[in-house]
C-alpha cells in the first residue's frame, strides 16, 4: 500500500499490487508546487518535481517499505506499508 500525504494530510491510498496498468497524477501544493507521481505494478515514484533540489525524483521507483519517497521543498511523502495479508511476511527483529 502506498499512502501519500501532502502537510501531513492523507490525500490518497493505492494497492501497489492492484494496479495492472501505469498510471500519473500530478499532485498541485502551495505557491505552484507541483509532483508528477506515477504508479506501476508493484511500484511508484515521483517522476517529476517543481523543487530545487530533485531529491524526490532521483530516488526513483519504491516497492518495499524501508524509506518513504520524500519532497520537503513541496511537503509531500509517500510512504509505502505492507498490505494486511503480508503482515506475516513483514520484517521484525525476530525474523531478521
Not at 490518497?12 to 505552484?32: A, D, K
Not at 524526490?56 to 494486511?84: K, M, S, W, Y
Amino acid at each position: 500500500m502506498a499512502d501519500i500525504y501532502q502537510n501531513g494530510i492523507l490525500l490518497r491510498t493505492i494497492s501497489l499490487f492492484s494496479v495492472t496498468e501505469r498510471e500519473t497524477f500530478t499532485v498541485h501544493g502551495e505557491h505552484g508546487a507541483e509532483n508528477v507521481i506515477e504508479v506501476r505494478p508493484g511500484s511508484i515514484a515521483v517522476i517529476s518535481a517543481s523543487c530545487p533540489d530533485q531529491i524526490c525524483v532521483h530516488q526513483g521507483f519504491r516497492g518495499d517499505t524501508l524509506l518513504p519517497i520524500t519532497c520537503l521543498p513541496n511537503h509531500l511523502v509517500i510512504q509505502i506499508r505492507p498490505e494486511a495479508s503480508d503482515k506475516a511476511s513483514e520484517m521484525d527483529a525476530l525474523t531478521y
